[in-house]
């Protein structure tokens, strides 16, 4: 049973340009979760999609955006990105019933210069 | 405001010792609390869980740890630390009142001295 995949692993980019990162849930699970986790900080949820719409939001701009595919695999996209957007993202399946248990994927590391 | 709070950023210990980490967290509903593993440039493997009922919760890896409500805390502990239990280490709180959604703490890096 394959967990959370997330791709690419590694990814780097230029101020201004656009990215676009990947990711498949665990099997059974119908909601994806993405958080952002800058060096030396705990992750920061940045939003959350089920049944293909955004169910929830934190405290992130309208660079970010996502999709979800009807397979339940999403996207996250940042658009315009800056300097501050280097981290780590990680992307987190579960069961949309609640607070249900969240599993993450290996992330996905962004430099962005 | 929802929070959590890892006091100490970074703890060593010696192999087979003790370990104490410490979680405070604000939370206005019923929190669930969760206990992650992060070795460096890894996600994050869940290693317990509180939801309700018995307030001790076992996890993998011989981790346990204690919800205290009038204390706001959810300490993680192992009796006896092993030298691959060094990570990074991160208490997380979610609820009902914020569906899927999980707040962090900054974490804390834990080094074991063989």
């Known amino acids: 049973d394959a967990g959370v995949t997330q791709s690419p692993t590694h990814l780097i980019k230029t101020r201004g340009q656009q990215v676009t990162l990947r990711c498949s849930p665990k099997?059974?699970?119908?909601?994806v979760s993405w958080y952002q986790q800058a060096l030396g900080q705990g992750p920061q949820f940045i939003f959350q999609y089920y049944e293909e719409e955004e169910r929830q939001r934190g405290n992130f701009p309208d660079r970010f955006s996502g999709h979800q595919f009807p397979n339940y695999s999403s996207e996250l996209n940042v658009n315009a990105l800056l300097l501050g957007d280097s981290a780590l993202y990680l992307c987190?399946?579960?069961?949309?019933?609640?607070?249900?248990?969240?599993?993450f994927g290996p992330g996905t590391r962004l430099l962005v210069l | 405001a929802q929070s959590v709070t890892q006091p100490d950023i970074h703890i060593t210990v010696s192999e087979g010792a003790s370990l104490e980490l410490r979680c405070n967290y604000s939370y206005g509903a019923t929190p669930y609390l969760f206990w992650y593993v992060q070795s460096p440039g890894q996600g994050l493997q869940l290693l317990l869980k509180?939801?309700?009922?018995?307030?001790l919760v076992q996890g993998i890896k011989g981790f346990e740890a204690e919800f205290k409500r009038s204390q706001s805390s959810f300490n993680l502990r192992k009796p006896s630390v092993h030298w691959s239990d060094a990570a990074e280490y991160f208490c997380a709180v979610g609820g009902s009142s914020n569906t899927g959604k999980l707040i962090f703490g900054q974490g804390t890096t834990l080094q074991v001295k063989p």
């Open positions: 099997s059974g699970h119908d909601t």
């Open positions: 987190a399946s579960s069961l949309f019933t609640g607070m249900e248990t969240q599993y």
């Open positions: 509180y939801f309700s009922g018995d307030t």
